[in-house]
């Protein structure tokens, strides 16, 4: 006997929309539920909440939504709620646009309360881009317009929630129920990941930028690393697994994976970069740090002549007077060496080499002379310089310490915090930024930050920063 088209689709869907105080799941809240099921094509319960956050509402999401402390401050919390909400999403397929942001403060919340929440989601935005892939635009507005929906009260729960249900009751009528089922299921359809990771790990990963950990047996760290595009990144690990053997080496060894939201690029290398040296993961080798960085400098009363220093000995930390950063004595000196041969510089006049009489260079015609005064020691002085100032370091721009603004596309602002090229820490809130500068001991110099701000300045022509007071004296390890 032949299944009905209409069996095969959703017979309860709880359309729901939430407003919160961000963006973010993990720093934000929800202010207000707003729930309309439906059931076999008829709209039979709606219902909203306003909630208090226990906090305050951000002025622009007051302006935004409408939604303003006063109005919350009566309302129940979220624990107030939690079993009714539950109770309505029961049984039902939860559609929300972009879903995977409703879901996620859901997620977070009951969690707050050590419940699961284990609704499968329908991402209404990704189902009308699947129905109408001509169409550019797939926001609520978009929606409202192309279908001549109405909505009485725009940016509210139940306002957006009422326009969600009125929409899929549009579909019902002018699309088959084939090509509906088609459609669901392709949204629905979620990235195969290892088995032993937790059901409904997939619609938890957030969008935006942060750091990952891949851990193993007893939270044994196996992989850190960072992206823009967290959920992208997480899943491509476990794309490639049947092409590279260290991904396949990862999906069977991963037990659980945790990840940390950042506000931006910034943050999430600065993060990746502590954690990696911090916990050593088996499977990462760049940023892992070891041995004793050092830096050189041209000897202050011999300029044919270079020094290396071990960073812990610069008193007044790297400058412009410093020449490169190496994880050891012996890298800096293979780096002197590959520019030496390819200047006709002397390693002995450089302080590189050992014995008497001319240098092993000059026998094989990479050196000029300056081991047996055929160049004089200014001109081998000149020469090293000139060959030495693609690899000069840069002075810290700054007067004293400074925190860099970084915001995400909510508005959420994180301030990490740099002072002389050493990262001291990352701030959410202003009283956090003093305590960061006035905090011993400070962190060490590292090799990677300096390259990363580095990097961050000399890309940012238009730089977010403010000046903070200057702390204690860095202290020599």
């Given at each position: 006997m032949d299944v009905p088209d209409d069996a095969a689709l959703p017979r309860a869907i709880a359309f729901v929309d939430l407003e919160t105080t961000g963006g973010n799941a993990a720093h934000h809240r929800i202010i207000e539920i707003g729930i309309v099921r439906v059931v076999d094509d008829a709209i039979v319960e709606e219902w909203s909440a306003l909630v208090d956050p226990e906090c305050r509402i951000p002025p622009s999401i007051q302006a935004f939504t409408g939604i303003s402390d006063a109005m919350v401050a009566s309302a129940p919390p979220f624990a107030a709620l939690a079993a009714t909400v539950e109770e309505k999403l029961s049984g039902a397929l939860v559609a929300a646009h972009n879903a995977r942001f409703d879901a996620s403060f859901l997620r977070r919340e009951l969690r707050r309360l050590g419940r699961p929440f284990v609704a499968k989601t329908l991402c209404t935005v990704k189902l009308s881009r699947r129905l109408a892939p001509h169409e550019r635009r797939h926001n609520l507005d978009a929606l409202i317009e192309r279908y001549g929906l109405e909505c009485d009260a725009r940016h509210r729960a139940l306002g957006d929630a009422r326009v969600l249900a009125d929409w899929w009751l549009r579909l019902r009528r002018e699309r088959?129920?084939?090509?509906?089922?088609?459609?669901?299921?392709?949204?629905?359809?979620?990235?195969?990941?290892?088995?032993?990771?937790?059901?409904?790990?997939?619609?938890?990963?957030?969008?935006?930028?942060?750091?990952?950990?891949?851990?193993?047996?007893?939270?044994?760290?196996?992989?850190?690393?960072?992206?823009?595009?967290?959920?992208?990144?997480?899943?491509?690990?476990?794309?490639?697994?049947?092409?590279?053997?260290?991904?396949?080496?990862?999906?069977?060894?991963?037990?659980?994976?945790?990840?940390?939201?950042?506000?931006?690029?910034?943050?999430?290398?600065?993060?990746?970069?502590?954690?990696?040296?911090?916990?050593?993961?088996?499977?990462?080798?760049?940023?892992?740090?070891?041995?004793?960085?050092?830096?050189?400098?041209i000897a202050a009363d011999r300029p044919d002549r270079i020094e290396v220093l071990a960073l812990t000995d610069l008193d007044d930390g790297v400058s412009s007077r410093c020449y490169g950063l190496y994880r050891s004595p012996r890298e800096a000196l293979r780096a002197l060496t590959e520019i030496a041969r390819a200047h006709q510089l002397c390693l002995k006049a450089m302080g590189l080499e050992a014995g008497e009489g001319s240098c092993f260079g000059h026998a094989l015609g990479r050196c000029r002379g300056a081991c047996i005064g055929r160049e004089s020691a200014a001109?081998?002085?000149?020469?090293?310089?000139?060959?030495?100032?693609?690899?000069?370091?840069?002075?810290?721009?700054?007067?004293?310490?400074?925190?860099?603004?970084?915001?995400?596309?909510?508005?959420?602002?994180?301030?990490?915090?740099?002072?002389?090229?050493?990262?001291?820490?990352?701030?959410?809130?202003?009283?956090?930024?003093?305590?960061?500068?006035?905090?011993?001991?400070?962190?060490?110099?590292?090799?990677?930050v300096y390259r990363i701000l580095a990097r961050h300045l000399e890309r940012s022509p238009r730089l977010d920063w403010i000046a903070l007071p200057a702390g204690p004296a860095r202290r020599r390890a």
């Open positions: 088959t129920a084939a090509e509906l089922t088609a459609a669901i299921d392709a949204v629905l359809a979620a990235p195969a990941l290892p088995a032993q990771l937790p059901e409904g790990l997939v619609d938890e990963l957030p969008e935006g930028p942060g750091v990952y950990r891949f851990l193993g047996e007893a939270d044994a760290p196996l992989y850190i690393g960072k992206s823009r595009r967290l959920r992208a990144r997480i899943l491509a690990h476990f794309a490639a697994e049947h092409r590279e053997p260290k991904e396949r080496r990862l999906a069977q060894q991963v037990r659980r994976i945790d990840w940390r939201e950042t506000s931006g690029e910034l943050g999430a290398l600065l993060t990746e970069a502590a954690w990696i040296k911090a916990q050593q993961p088996v499977y990462n080798r760049r940023l892992r740090g070891g041995g004793d960085a050092v830096t050189c400098r001109l081998h002085g000149v020469r090293l310089q000139l060959a030495l100032a693609s690899i000069r370091l840069k002075e810290w721009p700054f007067p004293g310490p400074i925190a860099l603004r970084e915001r995400d596309p909510d508005g959420a602002v994180e301030w990490h915090v740099v002072d002389r090229w050493v990262h001291l820490g990352t701030a959410r809130a202003d009283e956090e930024l003093a305590a960061l500068v006035a905090a011993v001991p400070r962190p060490p110099f590292d090799v990677d």
